[in-house]
C-alpha cells in the first residue's frame, strides 16, 4: 500500500498503481503476458479503430538484446531485468477510410492504461519510458511511417529496492499528483490558476 491520498474517492487499484524499477529476474509466462495485452485489446477508441499494436522481445529470447539496446543508459541501469520488453505503436490514419486519425496516440494511452492496470491486477511491475531510440526502434523493427512510436514498457516480477543503484533507490516510491486545480477548469481554461 501506497501513502498517496485521492482528494476524492477512486477505485482503489488506480491510486495503488505505480511504475516501479526494482524487477527480479524472474520470466513472465507467455499465458501472463497475453492478459495484458487482452486487457489493453478492450480499451477505448475513436471509431473503434484499436489503432495500437505491441511488439515485444522476452528476456533471453534472440530479439531481446536489440530492444534492450534502443535504451538510453540510465534505463539500461535497472530494465536488464525485465522480463518483457514492449514498443508500443500506433497506426496514424484510419485503415476504414484511410482518414488521418487525430486521436490514435490518445487511444492508444487508453490501452496502454489498461494493460498498466491489469499488470498492477496481477502482481507484476509495468513501467513506460519514452528514454529510448524511437529512429532506430523504427529502423530495425521495420515499422513503417503509418505508425507512430510512443513509447517502450518493461513488464516483469517486482524485485528489491536494495538491489537498485544508489540514485535509483531514493527515487523507488510512489509519486504523488499535482492537486486537481491545477489541471481541472470549470467553463474555460485559466493559465494563471494552472500556475499556482
Not at 535497472?78 to 508500443?88: N, Q
Not at 504523488?176 to 486545480?181: N, Q, W
Request: some cysteine.
Amino acid at each position: 500500500m501506497t501513502k498517496r491520498k485521492a482528494e476524492y474517492p477512486i477505485v482503489d487499484m488506480i491510486l495503488q498503481r505505480w511504475s516501479p524499477r526494482a524487477l527480479s529476474d524472474e520470466p513472465v509466462t507467455d499465458d501472463e503476458l497475453m492478459r495484458l495485452f487482452e486487457a489493453a485489446r478492450w480499451a477505448q477508441s475513436s471509431y473503434n479503430a484499436q489503432p495500437w499494436r505491441f511488439v515485444y522481445a522476452h528476456h533471453g529470447a534472440a530479439e531481446w538484446g536489440q530492444f534492450f539496446d534502443f535504451l538510453v543508459p540510465f534505463n539500461k541501469r535497472w530494465a536488464d531485468k525485465a522480463a518483457v520488453l514492449i514498443v508500443v505503436l500506433s497506426r496514424k490514419r484510419f485503415e476504414r477510410n484511410d482518414k488521418p486519425s487525430r486521436t490514435h496516440s490518445f487511444d492508444t494511452g487508453a490501452a496502454c492504461q489498461n494493460l498498466a492496470l491489469q499488470g498492477y491486477a496481477q502482481g507484476l511491475v509495468v513501467h513506460g519510458m519514452e528514454g529510448f531510440d524511437y529512429d532506430r526502434a523504427r529502423k530495425e523493427l521495420g515499422v513503417p511511417e503509418e505508425y507512430a512510436i510512443e513509447a517502450l514498457f518493461a513488464v516483469g516480477k517486482p524485485g528489491k529496492k536494495r538491489d537498485l543503484p544508489q540514485e535509483l533507490q531514493e527515487r523507488e516510491e510512489p509519486s504523488d499528483r499535482k492537486p486537481l486545480k491545477l489541471s481541472v477548469f470549470k467553463g474555460s481554461f485559466n493559465e494563471n490558476t494552472a500556475k499556482e
